[in-house]
């Protein structure tokens, strides 16, 4: 019942356009009071607070402002010339570059937005050019800027693992073949666009020569992901750690190798970081806020029950997380629904003998699907704004992107290999 009542206060204080943030502490609020709970309200900003207390959480805010210096120090550009001589003569060249440039950029930032904005403003007017419709070009902005959190560092997953006890360094290197896979899947849908619509036909591959060149200009970026992963997975830093060295080695590459971060833009890039985490931080202390009521409710517990009576074996019950998720991806983003699912399909999981790196990535893999699903996703906005088309167009659109993903995804749920054979290895 306690499940149903949120559920219900949540959707309509969402519907109402109430912010994210809000609904979150007013469901708390008007769950407790409406089915007269003994929790005094105190105790729910206490839960609020210490939401937003543990050390680990530093990492998140340091991760942002990574992102932050690598997405205005002139890294996406050099990253998009590279993807050009290497994938630029096939059909569809631009629109693989998009995806290869937001698979990269994902690598060295972490974040699915500001891959979105980073690699579309400068692709978009190229694609335009060039005879793509604005509607696809939309579309796959949005669906491949999601590779910047599935491909590895991932902040979803950062916090998956902080949630879950789970090994950050393993989801990471869990990341990996998910993420090409779906690149792959994108790919063939920009090959299929390009000659059935005739707009990019394909040209000359490069030289040995232009690759080498493009590759050496974006080389001390793409060391930014090999640093971190390769830090954390020997044990030489933890993540949050990781945070920090990822900071510093972008200043030093935006500032230093490149030269393309003027002195001036850091107070910018600073207040650009504190209003994103402050943000985040907000939405971490509601869902606390609320995941601490869940809790005291035997919410997990419960569900437990109801899952094991609708799902009568490993595969039923791998189909109907991914169902939820997918939905739940659509109204929330990632981080709060990572906080507010995970305590609740955990015990579920490992009842049925799921990993619990295998759970990261399924959770990691449909939430980022939903960044990009109608009517409210993230990338989405972003993606349309870029591409200055209406929802509308761009839904219809992302049709055969969103399916190719969906092809992707359960390939990820029900061959355990595919996510899993990097970290077995390690193991």
């Not at 090999?226 to 972008?250: H, M, N, Q, R």
């Not at 230093?256 to 985490?277: G, H, N």
């Not at 939820?324 to 999981?349: D, K, T």
């Not at 995804?409 to 061959?415: A, E, G, R, S």
Request: charged share 5%.
């Amino acid at each position: 019942m306690f499940l149903g009542v949120i559920t219900a206060i949540f959707f309509a204080l969402a519907l109402l356009g109430v912010p994210l943030v809000w609904a979150l502490l007013g469901t708390a609020v008007l769950s407790n009071f409406s089915l007269s709970f003994p929790y005094p309200d105190q105790a729910l900003m206490v839960n609020f607070i210490g939401g937003v207390e543990p050390f680990h959480l530093v990492a998140v805010p340091l991760f942002i402002l990574a992102g932050e210096i690598i997405s205005r120090g002139g890294v996406g550009e050099r990253l998009i010339t590279f993807a050009r001589t290497l994938f630029g003569f096939l059909p569809g060249g631009l629109g693989v570059v998009t995806v290869v440039g937001c698979m990269l950029f994902g690598a060295v930032s972490g974040s699915a937005i500001a891959t979105a904005a980073a690699i579309g403003t400068v692709m978009a007017p190229g694609m335009a050019a060039a005879g793509y419709r604005p509607a696809f070009t939309g579309a796959l902005i949005a669906t491949a800027g999601t590779l910047g959190i599935i491909i590895p560092p991932s902040i979803p997953m950062l916090v998956f693992g902080f949630v879950a006890n789970t090994s950050v360094a393993e989801l990471f290197v869990a990341g990996i073949v998910p993420g090409i896979l779906f690149a792959v899947a994108l790919i063939l849908v920009c090959v299929w666009e390009g000659r059935s619509t005739g707009c990019d036909p394909g040209g000359r591959p490069a030289s040995a020569a232009e690759i080498a060149t493009a590759f050496r200009a974006c080389a001390p970026a793409l060391l930014m992901p090999l640093i971190i992963l390769g830090g954390i997975y020997s044990g030489v830093f933890t993540p949050t750690e990781a945070a920090a060295v990822a900071c510093a080695y972008s200043l030093f590459v935006a500032m230093v190798v490149y030269r393309s971060l003027p002195l001036a833009q850091l107070p910018v890039i600073l207040r650009a970081t504190m209003v994103t985490s402050a943000v985040v931080m907000l939405v971490i202390g509601a869902t606390n806020a609320l995941a601490w009521l869940i809790t005291l409710e035997q919410v997990p517990a419960q569900m437990l029950e109801l899952v094991r009576g609708v799902a009568q074996d490993r595969w039923s019950f791998l189909l109907l997380l991914n169902i939820i998720l997918l939905v739940l991806g659509v109204f929330l983003e990632p981080l709060p629904a990572m906080l507010l699912a995970v305590p609740l399909f955990l015990p579920a999981a490992q009842a049925y003998g799921i990993d619990n790196v295998h759970l990261g990535l399924i959770f990691t893999c449909n939430l980022a699907i939903g960044l990009y699903s109608p009517p409210v996703g993230g990338t989405l906005f972003v993606a349309a704004k870029i591409a200055g088309v209406g929802m509308a167009a761009i839904s219809r659109a992302l049709l055969p992107l969103f399916l190719s993903s969906l092809v992707v995804m359960i390939l990820i749920t029900y061959v355990e290999a595919v996510p899993m054979a990097l970290v077995w290895l390690g193991r």
